[in-house]
T-cell receptor, first 110, second 114 residues
């Protein structure tokens, strides 16, 4: 079992719709949770982080965490073509170690 | 700040050759990470350092891989001998420390082993 699992996609949504990206993790001791965005040929960049159960909103992005279910999600409202990228879920396992999922490819159709 | 600097940007080599990838972290960042990214396996953590000391190298795939951090401003990842299955993008990332959420990634080194 992979430590961080994501559906590879691609996930295709029309412009203006809500994109929902999901992630599960295996280590119950994980303490911090991140979403990175990676454009093709570029390096990952952090867009959201969450530590506590519940929702965290930042602009068009909402991260959701459910530690009991070991589940993290990212919602992107009013999706734009510029949101088309690979979204990487990452989990901090305490201290310095951050483990990434393989990523979900998102396409936003204009 | 120039960010995390990696070199070379692209490396093409033949099987059996030694490959050395280089990384300069952001000044003041205490931790440095080496990741490898492929389509099949995604972004894998190979090794990370804190204050120049290797903390966890359990992700290093084989003894052919080695990494060093001789000082706070420089790290290398070496593959000797290289094999075609080592072809991937290798990222270096640095981190300021606990209380700071963001990993800062370099631009990566695209390695092709023929």
């Amino acid at each position: 079992q992979k430590e961080v699992e994501q559906n590879s996609g691609p996930l295709s949504v029309p412009e203006g719709a809500i994109a929902s990206l999901n992630c599960t993790y295996s280590d119950r001791g994980s303490q911090s949770f991140f979403w990175y965005r990676q454009y093709s040929g570029k390096s990952p960049e952090l867009i959201m982080f969450i530590y506590s159960n519940g929702d965290k909103e930042d602009g068009r992005f909402t991260a959701q965490l459910n530690k009991a279910s070991q589940y993290v999600s990212l919602l992107i409202r009013d999706s734009q073509p510029s949101d088309s990228a690979t979204y990487l879920c990452a989990v901090g396992q305490g201290g310095f170690k951050t483990i990434f999922g393989a990523g979900t490819r998102l396409f936003v159709k204009a | 700040d120039a960010g995390v600097i990696q070199s070379p940007r692209h490396e093409v080599t033949e099987m059996g050759q030694e490959v050395t990838l280089r990384c300069k972290p952001i000044s003041g960042h205490n931790s440095l990470f080496w990741y490898r990214q492929t389509m099949m396996r995604g972004l894998e953590l190979l090794i990370y350092f804190n204050n120049n000391v290797p903390i966890d190298d359990s992700g290093m795939p084989e003894d052919r891989f080695s990494a060093k951090m001789p000082n706070a401003s420089f790290s290398t990842l070496k593959i000797q001998p290289s094999e075609p299955r080592d072809s991937a993008v290798y990222f270096c990332a640095s981190w300021l420390g606990i209380g700071n959420e963001k990993l800062f990634f370099g631009s990566g080194t695209q390695l092709s082993v023929l």
